[in-house]
């Protein structure tokens, strides 16, 4: 198959993999009692536009990196499941506007998710590996973590937060573009947040930098910048096609080499308001 340019595969990913949310309105949800606390409308009418963002990946390499300043200047920043601002200010900034965070977050008592602080601040977008039918009731009846469950928990006591759940079809549609940019068979499991939250943000913002998905020259074995454990399959992946996915961000990346192995930056102008 032909090898997309770099800008074709930006379009490609921002116009075949629709940022879709659950809503109050949709089936089986509205029919079920607790409907109406799912949000009336979908994250994208509801967040941005943005002029530029950040999407902050939660490697190790971020560790003394000194991007803080620079992370918190985007008008939206957005983060992952259990990554911290406090006390890593200097190279993590402090702002965040969107935090996804994925089912087993919720559903692990490890991460306090109905009462930690940690999740309080900007709107939160989960997601649960759905099967790949992406069939709405199916994964309603067999979600891989208590996603349901914990997302009625937690909106009961925090009613005020934003908090969406991204639409399997979301997962699935960006794991095809993924495999159909490969030449070999990638493994049959959805993207890993990282790649999930890049593409939501292109759809948000006019231009996106991710921050350490692409190792710099810090590159670490170390997992996460708040923790002290070390495996590279966080770097590499093992369960999520993360090798690939960087791969196709590699090809996007719209900023210079040099940057990324300097800066662990990389950029997406993709001009989600203009032409392309
Ligand atoms: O580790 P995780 O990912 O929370 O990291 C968020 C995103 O940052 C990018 N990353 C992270 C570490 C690293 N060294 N290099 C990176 O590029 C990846 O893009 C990653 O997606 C996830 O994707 O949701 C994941 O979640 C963890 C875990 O569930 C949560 O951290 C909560 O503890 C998964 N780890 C395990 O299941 C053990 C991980 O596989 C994927």
Not at 95 to 121: C, E, G, P, W
Not at 125 to 142: E, G, I, K, M
Not at 212 to 232: A, G, I
Request: aromatic share 10%.
């Amino acid at each position: 198959r032909p090898k997309l340019s770099g800008p074709e595969l930006l379009c490609q990913l921002r116009d075949k993999a629709e940022v879709a949310t659950l809503t109050s309105e949709l089936q089986p949800f509205s029919s079920l009692p607790w409907a109406s606390l799912l949000p009336s409308k979908p994250l994208t009418s509801d967040l941005g536009p943005y002029r530029s963002c950040a999407v902050v990946s939660s490697a190790g390499s971020l560790r003394h990196s000194g991007l803080g300043k620079e992370i918190d200047s985007h008008d939206a920043v957005l983060r992952f499941n259990t990554a911290p601002t406090n006390g890593y200010e200097k190279d993590v900034g402090s702002k965040t506007t969107i935090r996804l965070i994925n089912s087993q977050v919720m559903a692990s008592d490890d991460h306090r998710f109905l009462s930690s602080s940690l999740y309080s601040s900007g709107a939160l977008v989960a997601w649960d590996p759905a099967p790949f039918s992406a069939d709405l009731t199916q994964w309603y009846n067999r979600t891989d973590y208590p996603i349901f469950i914990q997302y009625q928990r937690y909106r009961r006591l925090h009613p005020l937060q934003p908090f969406y759940i991204l639409h399997p079809h979301f997962e699935w549609q960006l794991w095809q573009r993924i495999q159909d940019n490969m030449a070999e068979p990638i493994q049959k499991n959805p993207p890993s947040s990282g790649f999930l939250g890049t593409v939501l943000m292109m759809s948000l913002c006019d231009v996106v930098h991710v921050y350490e998905f692409l190792p710099s020259r810090r590159k670490t074995e170390l997992c996460h910048y708040y923790q002290r454990f070390y495996d590279s399959a966080c770097t590499l992946g093992a369960y999520h096609p993360l090798l690939y996915e960087k791969n196709l961000v590699k090809r996007m990346n719209r900023g210079s080499d040099h940057d990324v192995y300097t800066q662990g930056r990389q950029s997406r102008d993709h001009g989600n308001r203009s032409k392309h």
